[in-house]
């Protein structure tokens, strides 16, 4: 059994507020200006007609949160994805990373979750399809296999650590690894990158794509282990900063872990074997030249002719993971939007500086043929990208 509870080391509740926040809980069970952990939270799939379906309410109300449930109640839900009364969950909920937990681990978050303020509040009623709960019965039994996550002897105690942080209790799957038609994750793709759906401005979403977290030249290849525990812990690292759905996950859980937990993650990433490289494009001489032109217009200042980025000023856009992304969506949203830091990590000394939005300085061709540079150039490799796909995340 893996876990990270122990009987001497602090209280059951102080120690599940720790794997709440890990776990990133208050990202998805808190509206913008909701109260913590009551719910309400709208997600949606990359099949829009399917509608939204919102975060429950997790605080102790027991008529609108969890107040009624036993321990063992959610341990179940927390394990089989099954809510008191024989309700399925959706994998919304990541209950199928979140099976591997430890028992002592479950136990200490629930005690937690007991003794956050109770809050009266109710989700909007989920969509017709997301309403539809027996199917999960049928999609539990062709994708999903229950059970605590089980140490690998043949790996030190440090890898053991963080794949516990990143598989189960951080589920960074949910978000890097590609899904079927069904939403199931494609296991033989594990962490090569995926795509959800999350807000790009005030009111409107549009999809992200998640990078590649393997070894692969388009992935984490070019990452130190020092650049990745830095960029977890505070958002930041010569090789890029956060934006987009990342930035709640830093804001809100990881830059919080210990040392020694970060350490574990990285750890672990950077063991990943390379896996699912982004396609190769060649360039024509016009389309190359039309894309430097471009970049040097609207990129050089800040990223430098060498696409290596300047200090305090921008990240690296060669051999970036973002970039090179199998969906450019994230590319795109981030030249169309613009990236701003999270809030509680601006004020670290070496934070990159917000970045402006160009979607209204560029047309959907002349951001193709940027994009398709970035994607072509300093040994980057990345699929094209159609005037038509920026037309989309417009």
């Not at 539809?132 to 690998?152: C, H, I, S, T, Y």
């Not at 994230?330 to 402006?356: C, E, F, K, R």
Request: charge should be neutral.
């Amino acid at each position: 059994m893996v876990g990270l509870c122990a009987a001497d080391e602090q209280s059951s509740v102080q120690r599940g507020q720790y794997l709440v926040q890990a776990a990133n809980c208050i990202s998805c069970h808190t509206t913008k200006d909701g109260k913590p952990f009551a719910g309400g939270n709208a997600f949606e799939t990359t099949y829009g007609f399917l509608g939204k379906i919102y975060s429950s309410n997790i605080t102790p109300d027991p008529e609108t949160g969890l107040g009624a449930w036993t321990e063992d109640d959610f341990i179940k839900a927390m394990r089989h994805g099954i809510a008191p009364g024989g309700k399925y969950l959706f994998p919304a909920f990541p209950y199928t990373a979140f099976t591997r937990l430890s028992t002592p681990d479950l136990k200490a978050i629930y005690a937690y979750l007991r003794t956050v303020p109770a809050v009266r509040s109710t989700a909007p009623q989920a969509s017709f399809w997301f309403r539809q709960r027996w199917v999960m019965a049928v999609w539990n039994w062709l994708f999903f296999k229950p059970g605590e996550a089980a140490a690998d002897p043949s790996q030190s105690d440090e890898w053991n650590r963080g794949s516990y942080l990143v598989e189960a209790l951080g589920h960074c799957s949910a978000c890097h690894t590609p899904r079927n038609l069904m939403f199931a994750e494609r296991t033989e793709q594990h962490l090569t990158g995926g795509v959800e759906v999350a807000e790009v401005e005030a009111g409107k979403n549009r999809n992200w794509s998640a990078p590649n977290l393997t070894s692969a030249k388009s992935g984490l290849a070019q990452w130190s282990l020092d650049d990745l525990k830095k960029y977890l812990k505070t958002g930041y690292s010569r090789r890029a900063g956060i934006l987009g759905p990342m930035n709640e996950v830093v804001a809100n859980s990881v830059r919080f872990l210990t040392d020694s937990d970060i350490g574990a993650m990285a750890t672990y990433i950077k063991s990943l074997p390379a896996k699912s490289e982004s396609r190769q494009q060649t360039l024509t001489a016009g389309e190359h030249d039309a894309g430097q032109d471009l970049y040097d217009k609207y990129c050089d200042e800040c990223h430098l002719s060498s696409g290596r980025g300047g200090l305090r000023k921008a990240p690296s856009v060669a051999a970036s993971a973002v970039v090179q992304t199998e969906n450019a969506a994230s590319v795109i949203n981030v030249i169309l939007y613009g990236a701003s830091a999270a809030p509680g990590t601006s004020a670290s000394s070496d934070a990159w500086d917000d970045m402006p939005g160009f979607k209204n300085k560029m047309t959907d061709a002349q951001m193709s043929a940027l994009i398709n540079f970035l994607r072509s150039n300093w040994g980057n490799r990345g699929g094209r990208v159609s005037p038509a796909a920026i037309a989309g995340q417009r």
